[in-house]
């Protein structure tokens, strides 16, 4: 009987299988170091940090109220028109906090820890089992190459080679051949690139976190008046004690400085004079001086309940400067208080010392609904309300910052530095040696580098010290 052999497996059907798991990691984790894709996050990342430097970007915090957000859109849609809306979705008027950006970050950050890890097993290698040997046409052809005649034997000339070498800080490593050995320079130097690498992690995740928890905010404080919450769920407030300027013959400022306390409920957690280059840090966030001027003292009634009472910075002027302008909200009413007094130094304005003059808006409305000229302590009726102004007093403009990315950022900095000197400073320097034919000979093939050259042509100058002339 005959004996069917068994039909070999279609050739189509070989290496079909399914890659496993394993596979499919490598095969994620050389994405991660792939040069290709590098190139395109970097090219993304610059198009965004060029975007991000050429469209106008909204200001801090901006997106948080859907209000303000809604108002700069506005505006941005009478620069860019329909495109605006287009450019909000994409993020580009907040382009270092959008989740475009961030996405790119993380993908850069991956792709150098990519980079990075792969590295890392070659310069291991480099450092702790080098190449020890060389060809004999090596020591003809190579880029750095030399010989000096000496009249002692192949051990005592490779003796004496080891001992000059170590002595000029070499690491050196004979082979066993007897007639061979192998010396270099700062063989860990290449880690520096690792260092470096890592910076540029320790940066990019400062800069994430910056984008996602930082904040800055500008507080307006009355001289000598009420508390100010922090907010940002700091359970702070601040307040001005005093405020002093200092003027020089021409009227400019020569210093301006605020005493400025932070409690914790009753609790003092943070108080000292505060100057522009001399800010108050409690718990992570810094109060600068920023700005000064000029602030009124109102209140707002309906039925005897006040509904506001504060001081207004009075912080723009009109167009004809001469009137200083604030504003207050209540909320509860959906009406918005312009304050206005004469501004500082005006001899020609339309209110006199003591007066203010106050509008009132609704929601919506560029008109006012009414208006009125209030005296200093005296009542004035608008409709249901009831304004009073009180008394102008200084303010004081603090500016709030909290960013626990920075001290991140300062360490990325350092690791930065460190990892560039040691790259550029402590390069590897590599030199293989044997004895041939009653000489010694040295060579490397190193990259060109005139200052390497000049140190290969130093050594064979000192290897002639050791063994005599030339050959």
Request: charged share 20%.
């Amino acid at each position: 009987m005959t004996q069917l052999a068994e039909a070999p497996p279609d050739a189509g059907d070989q290496g079909a299988e399914e890659p496993g798991g394993l596979e499919i990691w490598r095969r994620l984790y050389a994405l991660t170091y792939s040069k290709t894709i590098g190139l395109i996050v970097i090219l993304a990342m610059a198009v965004l940090v060029l975007a991000g430097a050429v469209i106008g970007q909204a200001s801090a915090g901006t997106y948080d109220d859907p209000e303000t957000a809604a108002a700069f859109l506005v505006q941005a849609q009478a620069k860019y028109g329909g495109w605006a809306v287009v450019m909000d979705w994409l993020g580009l008027f907040h382009v270092f906090t959008s989740p475009v950006f961030l996405v790119v970050v993380g993908a850069l950050a991956l792709s150098i820890v990519g980079c990075t890890t792969h590295r890392i097993p070659q310069l291991w290698r480099a450092w702790k089992h080098p190449k020890t040997r060389a060809t004999d046409r090596f020591f003809t052809q190579a880029r750095y190459h030399g010989q000096v005649a000496a009249s002692l034997s192949d051990e005592q000339s490779l003796a004496v080679a080891q001992e000059k070498l170590r002595a000029g800080r070499w690491r050196v490593i004979a082979n066993s051949d007897g007639q061979s050995l192998y010396a270099d320079r700062f063989a860990w130097g290449g880690f520096g690139t690792v260092v470096a690498h890592l910076s540029f992690i320790v940066i990019l995740a400062a800069f994430a976190v910056s984008s996602l928890t930082s904040y800055e905010e500008l507080l307006y404080l009355p001289a000598g008046g009420d508390a100010v919450e922090v907010g940002h769920d700091t359970g702070y407030t601040a307040a001005a004690t005093t405020f002093q300027a200092t003027y020089d013959d021409d009227g400019r400022p020569l210093d301006y400085v605020s005493h400025v306390v932070v409690r914790a409920g009753a609790e003092i957690v943070g108080e000292q004079d505060v100057r522009v280059n001399e800010p108050l840090s409690v718990g992570g966030i810094r109060f600068h001086q920023t700005t000064y001027g000029i602030a009124a003292d109102v209140r707002a009634e309906q039925g005897g309940q006040v509904l506001f009472s504060g001081s207004v910075p009075l912080r723009w002027r009109t167009t004809d400067q001469t009137l200083s302008v604030g504003e207050f909200r209540l909320e509860s009413l959906g009406l918005t208080v312009q304050v206005m007094t004469a501004a500082s130094g005006v001899t020609d304005s339309e209110l006199a010392a003591g007066q203010a003059y106050f509008q009132i808006y609704a929601d919506g409305n560029t008109e006012p609904m009414t208006s009125g000229v209030a005296e200093q302590g005296a009542d004035l009726a608008l409709g249901d309300l009831t304004l009073v102004f009180e008394r102008e007093r200084e303010y004081t403009g603090i500016n709030v910052r909290s960013d626990p990315g920075a001290i991140w950022m300062w360490l990325g900095s350092i690791l930065l530095v460190a990892g560039m000197m040691i790259t550029f400073g402590c390069r590897q320097r590599r030199v293989w040696a044997r004895w041939h034919d009653g000489s010694l000979q040295l060579a490397s093939a190193d990259k060109e580098d005139s200052g390497f050259r000049r140190q290969f042509e130093e050594l064979l100058a000192q290897a002639q010290t050791w063994f005599g002339k030339d050959k």
